[in-house]
Nanobody
């Protein structure tokens, strides 16, 4: 089992920045891909925000390209999401996900609210 703990969410004005962190614990050996998803208010589906492999290859959702940066510290088993130029439409619960092999593990989520 892998446990994921997100932190860093909060309320920020449009144009501001936030940094999310997600620390993995438990059976962390073999964690490969880690990513961030978000679920906006009133929407049922979660949207991929950014993904990073153990080797550092990154992928971003179209709506956050150029504004968000994903990174990870393998020694600390932690993935980060630096969010800049935040917009009200970025308001969502942000979830961290990690894969061990093909098995996904999810965090509990952290709320990000961007006011206009």
């Amino acid at each position: 089992q892998v446990q994921l703990g997100e932190s860093g969410g909060g309320l920020v004005q449009a144009g501001g920045s936030l940094r999310l962190s997600c620390a993995a614990s438990g059976s962390i050996f073999g964690i490969n891909v880690m990513d961030w998803y978000r679920q906006a208010p009133g929407k049922q589906q979660r949207e991929l925000v950014a993904q990073i492999t153990r080797g550092g290859i990154t992928t971003y959702g179209d709506s956050v390209k150029g504004r968000f940066t994903i990174s990870r510290d393998n020694a600390k088993n932690t993935v980060y999401l630096q969010m800049s130029s935040l917009k009200p439409e970025d308001t969502a619960v942000y979830y961290c996900r990690a894969f061990v092999g093909l098995q996904p593990y999810w965090g509990q989520g952290t709320q990000v609210t961007v006011s206009s």
